[in-house]
């Protein structure tokens, strides 16, 4: 059972990395009824600890002995911390691919059974907007970060296959207050849907290694779920009551990235020479 804001915590103790992101801030409050302690961890700054269910800990995911350190003592790990845009490989390189495995490798040695990874859309981004794919579909990423969490996808399904460490890789679409453009019309994630999301992950069973798009029940969609349907994620939001705003902004060209891939302008992003 996925507790709700007066049910009891679940679990003990839960890590989230990158807690001083955009979403780190947004899940620092919206998954505090996951667990009694919420142990909160980035390199850029953070908020002080509001009380003991609160613990803020700085760690630089390059480096492996402090992530291993970081790891002692949890039940599950929502993994959102590294770089989130496009960026040239060497900034990509420290956080998001051997950030992502000490990650695991610390999960292996400290025995948690449980990791949320925050993939993102990018892993499939050169997929055309008159696309739908399922998770079972070959990836095509659409850059340095795509490729990034790409790697992360194989890193988690390696971990189950090897150590049995359980993992749900949330392909975020576009996670924001509300949808920005035409394109987020089809990708956009809801904060309460993200929030219902990472608590179906946390908690149901047998999840092995599971592919789920994190997107709100949005009208017009180039995703399906039904090979995550065991996750019951049943969201309550929906791009729609902002479609007027949205379409009052000048339209794109039609040849324009952001009109055509599912990765938007991601595609075009670089080289970075």
Known sequence: MIPSQSASPCLKRILLTGA???????????VRPFAEVLRLSDIAPMAPAMGPHEEVIPCDL???????ALVQGVDA????????????????LEANIRGVFHIYEAARRHGVKRV??????HVI?????DEHIDAACARRPDGYYGLSKSYGEDVASFYFDRYGIETVSI???????????????????SYRDLTQLIGKALFTPNVGHTVV?????????????????????SPQDSSEPFRAK???????????????YQGGAFVAAGPFE
Do not use: C
């Not at 001083?20 to 919206?30: F, T, W």
């Not at 949320?116 to 859309?121: E, G, M, P, Q, V």
């Open 20 to 30: 001083a992101g955009g979403l780190g801030k947004v899940l620092r409050e919206n």
């Open 62 to 68: 390059a480096d492996k002995s402090a992530v291993d």
């Open 77 to 92: 790990i929502l993994h959102f911390g590294g770089v989130s845009v496009e960026r040239p490989f060497e900034e990509i």
């Open 116 to 121: 949320i990874f925050a993939s993102s859309n």
């Open 125 to 129: 981004g050169f997929y055309r907007q």
């Open 171 to 189: 392909r975020i679409g576009s996670s924001f207050p509300e949808p920005q453009n035409r394109r987020m019309m089809s990708t956009w994630l």
């Open 213 to 233: 798009y994190g997107m709100s029940d949005n009208k017009d969609v180039w995703w399906n779920n039904h090979l995550a349907s065991h996750l019951d994620y």
């Open 246 to 260: 949205v379409e009052a902004q000048p339209a794109p060209a039609a040849n324009d990235p952001v009109a055509v």
